[in-house]
T-cell receptor, first 114, second 114 residues
Framework: EPEVTQTPSHQVTQMGQEVILRCVPI?????FYWYRQILGQKVEFLVS????????KSEIFDDQFSVERPDGSNFTLKIRSTKLEDSAMYFC????????????FGSGTRLTVV | AQKVTQAQTEISVVEKEDVTLDCVYE???????LFWYKQPPSGELVFLIR??????QNEISGRYSWNFQKSTSSFNFTITASQVVDSAVYFC???????????FGDGTTLTVKP
Protein backbone atom coordinates (compact mmCIF):
# COMPACT_ATOMS: atom_id res chain seq x y z
CA GLU A 1 0.00 0.00 0.00
CA PRO A 2 1.43 3.40 -0.97
CA GLU A 3 2.53 5.54 1.93
CA VAL A 4 3.24 9.14 2.74
CA THR A 5 6.65 9.29 4.37
CA GLN A 6 7.64 11.96 6.86
CA THR A 7 11.08 12.67 8.25
CA PRO A 8 12.26 13.04 10.91
CA SER A 9 9.81 11.32 13.23
CA HIS A 10 10.89 13.56 16.09
CA GLN A 11 12.79 16.83 16.01
CA VAL A 12 13.94 18.92 18.92
CA THR A 13 14.94 22.49 18.23
CA GLN A 14 15.81 25.56 20.19
CA MET A 15 13.45 28.48 20.25
CA GLY A 16 14.27 30.92 17.48
CA GLN A 17 15.78 28.31 15.18
CA GLU A 18 14.43 27.40 11.77
CA VAL A 19 13.21 23.87 11.08
CA ILE A 20 12.29 22.07 7.90
CA LEU A 21 9.90 19.17 8.07
CA ARG A 22 10.04 16.81 5.14
CA CYS A 23 7.41 14.73 3.44
CA VAL A 24 7.36 12.42 0.46
CA PRO A 25 3.76 12.19 -0.78
CA ILE A 26 2.35 9.29 -2.75
CA UNK A 27 3.85 9.51 -6.19
CA UNK A 28 0.74 10.00 -8.32
CA UNK A 29 -0.99 12.36 -5.90
CA UNK A 30 -1.40 15.98 -6.88
CA UNK A 31 -2.68 17.68 -3.74
CA PHE A 32 -0.58 18.07 -0.64
CA TYR A 33 -1.40 19.26 2.82
CA TRP A 34 0.08 20.06 6.18
CA TYR A 35 -1.88 19.68 9.38
CA ARG A 36 -0.86 20.34 12.96
CA GLN A 37 -1.92 18.68 16.20
CA ILE A 38 -0.89 20.27 19.47
CA LEU A 39 -0.60 17.56 22.11
CA GLY A 40 -4.00 16.43 23.29
CA GLN A 41 -5.86 18.69 20.91
CA LYS A 42 -7.57 18.33 17.59
CA VAL A 43 -6.01 18.16 14.16
CA GLU A 44 -5.85 21.60 12.53
CA PHE A 45 -5.47 22.44 8.87
CA LEU A 46 -2.45 24.54 7.97
CA VAL A 47 -2.11 24.66 4.21
CA SER A 48 -2.95 22.93 0.96
CA UNK A 49 -0.71 22.95 -2.10
CA UNK A 50 -1.48 22.20 -5.72
CA UNK A 51 0.26 22.87 -8.99
CA UNK A 52 3.26 24.36 -7.22
CA UNK A 53 1.36 26.93 -5.28
CA UNK A 54 -0.64 27.31 -2.12
CA UNK A 55 -4.32 26.76 -2.83
CA UNK A 56 -5.61 27.44 0.66
CA LYS A 57 -4.18 28.30 4.06
CA SER A 58 -5.53 28.79 7.54
CA GLU A 59 -5.03 31.71 9.87
CA ILE A 60 -2.40 29.65 11.68
CA PHE A 61 -0.25 29.63 8.54
CA ASP A 62 1.28 33.07 8.87
CA ASP A 63 4.55 34.49 7.58
CA GLN A 64 6.48 32.23 9.91
CA PHE A 65 5.53 29.27 7.75
CA SER A 66 6.30 28.36 4.17
CA VAL A 67 5.93 25.30 1.99
CA GLU A 68 7.83 24.12 -1.00
CA ARG A 69 7.99 21.24 -3.41
CA PRO A 70 11.64 21.56 -4.32
CA ASP A 71 12.21 18.57 -6.55
CA GLY A 72 8.94 17.01 -7.64
CA SER A 73 8.92 14.36 -4.94
CA ASN A 74 9.49 16.09 -1.60
CA PHE A 75 7.07 18.48 0.06
CA THR A 76 8.50 20.56 2.86
CA LEU A 77 7.19 22.76 5.64
CA LYS A 78 9.59 25.40 6.88
CA ILE A 79 9.02 27.10 10.21
CA ARG A 80 11.16 30.16 10.77
CA SER A 81 12.11 31.44 14.19
CA THR A 82 10.32 28.67 16.08
CA LYS A 83 8.37 29.46 19.24
CA LEU A 84 7.49 27.23 22.16
CA GLU A 85 3.90 27.10 20.98
CA ASP A 86 4.99 25.57 17.68
CA SER A 87 5.59 22.33 19.56
CA ALA A 88 3.16 19.88 18.01
CA MET A 89 2.77 16.88 15.78
CA TYR A 90 2.86 17.91 12.14
CA PHE A 91 1.12 15.68 9.65
CA CYS A 92 1.65 15.71 5.93
CA UNK A 93 -1.10 14.32 3.70
CA UNK A 94 -1.68 13.86 0.03
CA UNK A 95 -4.70 13.07 -2.10
CA UNK A 96 -5.38 12.07 -5.63
CA UNK A 97 -6.60 14.07 -8.58
CA UNK A 98 -10.21 13.90 -7.49
CA UNK A 99 -9.54 15.11 -3.94
CA UNK A 100 -12.66 13.35 -2.90
CA UNK A 101 -11.12 10.52 -0.99
CA UNK A 102 -9.87 10.65 2.51
CA UNK A 103 -6.30 11.76 2.63
CA UNK A 104 -3.43 9.46 3.13
CA PHE A 105 -1.64 10.86 6.15
CA GLY A 106 2.00 10.41 6.98
CA SER A 107 2.93 9.12 10.40
CA GLY A 108 3.80 12.63 11.54
CA THR A 109 6.79 14.58 12.82
CA ARG A 110 6.77 15.48 16.47
CA LEU A 111 8.37 18.89 16.82
CA THR A 112 9.55 19.94 20.25
CA VAL A 113 10.73 23.51 20.71
CA VAL A 114 12.78 24.08 23.85
CA ALA B 1 -18.13 28.03 8.24
CA GLN B 2 -17.83 24.36 9.01
CA LYS B 3 -17.86 22.80 12.42
CA VAL B 4 -17.61 19.29 13.78
CA THR B 5 -18.64 18.49 17.33
CA GLN B 6 -17.68 15.35 19.18
CA ALA B 7 -19.37 15.90 22.49
CA GLN B 8 -17.87 12.84 24.17
CA THR B 9 -14.38 13.71 25.30
CA GLU B 10 -13.63 10.33 26.84
CA ILE B 11 -15.39 7.00 26.90
CA SER B 12 -14.37 3.97 28.88
CA VAL B 13 -15.85 0.52 28.30
CA VAL B 14 -15.07 -3.03 29.21
CA GLU B 15 -14.01 -5.40 26.48
CA LYS B 16 -16.87 -6.91 24.45
CA GLU B 17 -19.19 -4.01 25.15
CA ASP B 18 -20.63 -2.08 22.24
CA VAL B 19 -19.78 1.60 22.09
CA THR B 20 -21.07 4.48 19.97
CA LEU B 21 -19.05 7.61 19.26
CA ASP B 22 -21.12 10.63 18.35
CA CYS B 23 -20.37 13.20 15.67
CA VAL B 24 -22.50 16.21 14.80
CA TYR B 25 -21.52 18.57 12.02
CA GLU B 26 -22.47 21.96 10.65
CA UNK B 27 -22.03 23.10 7.10
CA UNK B 28 -23.79 25.34 4.60
CA UNK B 29 -22.64 23.21 1.72
CA UNK B 30 -25.05 20.86 0.01
CA UNK B 31 -22.35 18.43 -0.96
CA UNK B 32 -19.66 17.34 1.42
CA UNK B 33 -17.78 14.35 2.76
CA LEU B 34 -17.57 12.98 6.25
CA PHE B 35 -14.73 10.90 7.61
CA TRP B 36 -13.68 8.98 10.67
CA TYR B 37 -10.03 8.57 11.59
CA LYS B 38 -8.41 6.53 14.33
CA GLN B 39 -5.34 7.76 16.17
CA PRO B 40 -3.76 4.97 18.22
CA PRO B 41 -1.23 5.72 20.98
CA SER B 42 1.55 5.54 18.40
CA GLY B 43 0.21 8.81 16.98
CA GLU B 44 -0.51 8.16 13.32
CA LEU B 45 -3.86 8.95 11.75
CA VAL B 46 -5.62 5.96 10.25
CA PHE B 47 -8.42 6.50 7.76
CA LEU B 48 -11.52 4.43 8.64
CA ILE B 49 -14.36 5.57 6.42
CA ARG B 50 -15.56 8.23 3.99
CA UNK B 51 -19.22 9.01 3.41
CA UNK B 52 -20.57 11.53 0.92
CA UNK B 53 -23.61 13.66 1.58
CA UNK B 54 -25.65 11.95 -1.12
CA UNK B 55 -25.38 8.54 0.42
CA UNK B 56 -27.27 8.03 3.66
CA GLN B 57 -26.96 4.29 3.63
CA ASN B 58 -25.48 2.96 6.80
CA GLU B 59 -22.31 0.98 6.45
CA ILE B 60 -20.92 -1.98 8.28
CA SER B 61 -17.35 -3.18 8.14
CA GLY B 62 -16.64 -6.04 10.48
CA ARG B 63 -17.17 -4.79 14.01
CA TYR B 64 -17.47 -1.19 12.82
CA SER B 65 -20.66 0.46 11.67
CA TRP B 66 -21.61 4.01 10.80
CA ASN B 67 -24.97 5.73 10.98
CA PHE B 68 -25.29 8.82 8.80
CA GLN B 69 -28.41 10.90 9.37
CA LYS B 70 -28.57 14.05 7.30
CA SER B 71 -31.74 15.22 9.03
CA THR B 72 -29.89 15.52 12.32
CA SER B 73 -26.47 16.29 10.81
CA SER B 74 -24.97 13.32 12.57
CA PHE B 75 -22.48 10.67 11.56
CA ASN B 76 -22.12 8.28 14.47
CA PHE B 77 -19.67 5.41 14.73
CA THR B 78 -20.37 2.17 16.58
CA ILE B 79 -17.87 -0.47 17.56
CA THR B 80 -19.46 -3.80 18.35
CA ALA B 81 -17.82 -6.19 20.80
CA SER B 82 -15.01 -3.76 21.55
CA GLN B 83 -11.47 -4.97 22.01
CA VAL B 84 -8.49 -3.55 23.86
CA VAL B 85 -6.85 -2.77 20.52
CA ASP B 86 -9.70 -0.37 19.78
CA SER B 87 -8.33 1.96 22.44
CA ALA B 88 -7.44 5.16 20.62
CA VAL B 89 -8.56 8.69 19.90
CA TYR B 90 -11.21 8.80 17.19
CA PHE B 91 -11.71 11.89 15.06
CA CYS B 92 -14.67 12.80 12.91
CA UNK B 93 -13.94 15.19 10.03
CA UNK B 94 -15.87 17.14 7.39
CA UNK B 95 -14.68 18.20 3.96
CA UNK B 96 -16.33 20.35 1.34
CA UNK B 97 -16.13 18.68 -2.04
CA UNK B 98 -14.53 21.70 -3.64
CA UNK B 99 -12.05 22.52 -0.94
CA UNK B 100 -9.04 20.56 0.06
CA UNK B 101 -9.05 21.06 3.77
CA UNK B 102 -10.86 19.00 6.34
CA UNK B 103 -12.31 20.29 9.57
CA PHE B 104 -11.76 17.90 12.45
CA GLY B 105 -13.70 17.45 15.65
CA ASP B 106 -11.92 17.53 18.98
CA GLY B 107 -11.75 13.76 19.11
CA THR B 108 -13.10 11.13 21.48
CA THR B 109 -10.65 9.11 23.56
CA LEU B 110 -11.87 5.54 23.79
CA THR B 111 -10.41 3.26 26.42
CA VAL B 112 -11.33 -0.39 26.29
CA LYS B 113 -10.43 -2.25 29.47
CA PRO B 114 -9.83 -5.99 29.54
Amino acid sequence: EPEVTQTPSHQVTQMGQEVILRCVPISNHLYFYWYRQILGQKVEFLVSFYNNEISEKSEIFDDQFSVERPDGSNFTLKIRSTKLEDSAMYFCASSDRGRIMGYTFGSGTRLTVV
Amino acid sequence: AQKVTQAQTEISVVEKEDVTLDCVYETRDTTYYLFWYKQPPSGELVFLIRRNSFDEQNEISGRYSWNFQKSTSSFNFTITASQVVDSAVYFCALKNTNAGKSTFGDGTTLTVKP
